[in-house]
């Protein structure tokens, strides 16, 4: 893996996954990724637990937050699923 003295990874959406995070996280690195504009892919980082999404649409992105906050656990779990199956 890349080393870097920063607290923060700046990544394209098309490099980032678990293994990713998980490599971040055990670093204690922040994972920002970008650009991400459809709300199924907001929708797949928000579930693989990036710390900041970059994108051209920011309404798009508060519309699946919205969403995702009336869901119960049972639903997130169901939506995280479905992305690991992709």
Not at 23 to 51: C, S
Not at 55 to 72: H, W
Request: no cysteine; charged share 20%.
């Amino acid at each position: 893996m890349f080393r870097a003295d920063t607290d923060i990874l700046s990544l394209s959406s098309s490099i980032v996954n678990a293994d990713v995070i998980a490599a971040a996280r055990k670093r204690q690195k922040e994972v920002h990724v970008w650009t991400v504009n459809q709300p199924a892919a907001m929708t797949y980082f928000i579930n693989l637990g990036v710390d900041n999404i970059i994108t051209d649409y920011p309404g798009k992105l508060v519309s699946v937050i919205d969403m995702r906050a009336s869901l119960n656990d049972v639903e997130k779990f169901l939506l995280a699923a479905a992305d690991m199956l992709k």
